[in-house]
């Protein structure tokens, strides 16, 4: 089954198997990442919207996702945003010129995308010299213990929903190419993240 059948299919109970994680700890990181972004935003993997109530009024959001369901749903809650377009597109090959963002982001998506690193080098392409490239994720613990759980797990995981709770994004982030500026622990010891990482394209 492809990422876009199984997240068509999940799209109407997305927010509902999430709502508790989203009350607890996702809504106050998200909140604590974006209230403060400011210029032109690329949104990758924008899913059903939940960054978009977080976005200050004058910051130019548009929010890209694979799944035109997924999407759907973020209209809805987009409505009276002026600020804010939505595109189906798929985060590894974004059709935007290079250059054309002041901050681009995932906010736990790369565990979903079939090569993260490519969509991660379209992220560094289409963000400006000088911008930040943000990612807020969930990614394989430095805790043997902990990270050993997460590979006995990624099987069903991957199954159920296509997500992956194993990956090594900081090391995917810098295969990318990208400079990795700031790495912040956020929760279960290191296995939420997030790292502001830059192009090596100079201002």
Same mark, same amino acid.
């Given at each position: 089954m492809s990422i876009i059948t199984k997240y068509n299919r999940i799209s109407y109970v997305y927010d509902l198997m999430e709502s508790a994680v989203e009350f607890l700890k996702f809504g106050k990181w998200r909140r604590m990442v974006l209230s403060d972004m400011d210029g032109r935003v690329l949104d990758m993997?924008?899913? =059903?919207? #939940? /960054?978009?109530? !977080? !976005?200050?009024?004058?910051? /130019? *959001? *548009?929010?890209?996702?694979?799944?035109? #369901?997924m999407l759907e749903h973020a209209k809805k809650k987009s409505q009276g945003m002026d600020n804010v377009s939505l595109l189906v597109m798929d985060g590894e090959h974004l059709a935007f010129r290079d250059d054309s963002f002041d901050n681009v982001l995932t906010t736990f998506?790369?565990?979903?995308?079939? %090569?993260?690193?490519? $969509?991660? #080098?379209?992220?560094?392409?289409v963000c400006k010299p000088g911008g930040s490239v943000i990612?807020? %994720?969930?990614m394989r613990s430095s /805790? $043997?213990? *902990? $990270? @050993?759980? %997460?590979?006995?797990?990624?099987?069903?995981? =991957? @199954?159920?929903?296509? *997500?992956?709770? /194993?990956?090594? =994004?900081?090391e995917n982030i810098k295969k990318a190419g990208l400079e990795v500026l700031d790495e912040r622990n956020l929760g279960l010891g290191d296995v939420f993240r997030l790292v502001r990482s830059r192009s090596e394209k100079q201002p």
């Open positions: 993997g924008v899913g =059903t919207g #939940k /960054n978009l109530k !977080y !976005y200050p009024g004058d910051c /130019n *959001v *548009v929010g890209v996702d694979i799944s035109p #369901k998506v790369l565990c979903s995308l079939p %090569e993260p690193i490519d $969509a991660l #080098k379209e992220m560094g392409r990612n807020l %994720e969930h /805790n $043997a213990l *902990v $990270a @050993f759980i %997460e590979d006995v797990l990624n099987p069903i995981s =991957t @199954f159920i929903m296509g *997500v992956n709770i /194993n990956r090594r =994004t900081v």
